[in-house]
């Protein structure tokens, strides 16, 4: 498991979900990761987030600067999109919190770094300008191997934008798949 302790989170210390989901990750695929689909359906208008909403009513407004997450799913959902389709690194860098975003450009952020299959939210929280998002988000592998990114993410609100902060991240093999 990979821990990144250097996390502001005392900046999030009121959120107790992410305390209380510290406890629930473990090193093993929960029975119900099976019975989601590992690629979520794609038409050409449904949204890669895999909320089975029209992208131009779900992730594109978010991207292209139209409109602003009002909910930390909204927000998890938007930037999930933006590293699945690649090219919306500034969108990723302007929802990043500066404190935790150091060495990350736009440009850097610009590439697709996994080949990411679907996305699953499992649980969020959001409490005034504090909030969290468990989810498990699967992805093809170097070897073709389906894999499941496991993370629950910290966000704060900063002058009315969400912003991601950090996450507690693991990753799983998603046993079963072919
Ligand atoms: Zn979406």
Redesign the pocket.
């Known amino acids: 498991m990979e821990l990144r302790s250097h996390l502001p989170y005392a900046a999030i210390s009121k959120v107790d979900f992410l305390q209380l989901k510290q406890t629930v990750i473990r090193g093993t695929v929960s029975p119900e990761i099976l019975n989601i689909p590992d690629k979520c359906s794609m038409s050409l208008e449904s949204?890669?987030?895999?909320?089975g909403?029209p992208?131009t009513k779900?992730?594109?407004p978010y991207l292209t600067g139209k409109a602003k997450p009002k909910t930390v799913k909204q927000l998890m959902?938007?930037r999930?999109?933006a590293y699945k389709l690649g090219g919306y690194g500034e969108y990723l860098w302007r929802t990043w919190h500066p404190n935790t975003s150091k060495g990350l450009t736009p440009q850097s952020l610009s590439g697709k770094t996994r080949d990411w299959q679907s996305l699953e939210i499992v649980d969020s929280v959001q409490e005034g300008d504090k909030g969290g998002v468990e989810f498990r988000a699967r992805y093809l592998d170097e070897h073709g191997e389906l894999k499941c990114h496991h993370e629950m993410s910290a966000f704060v609100r900063v002058k009315g934008q969400w912003v991601y902060v950090d996450g507690k991240v693991q990753l799983e093999s998603v046993s079963g798949a072919a």
């Not at 949204?47 to 909320?51: F, I």
């Open positions: 949204c890669p987030c895999c909320s909403k992208f779900c992730c594109q959902r938007s999930y999109t």
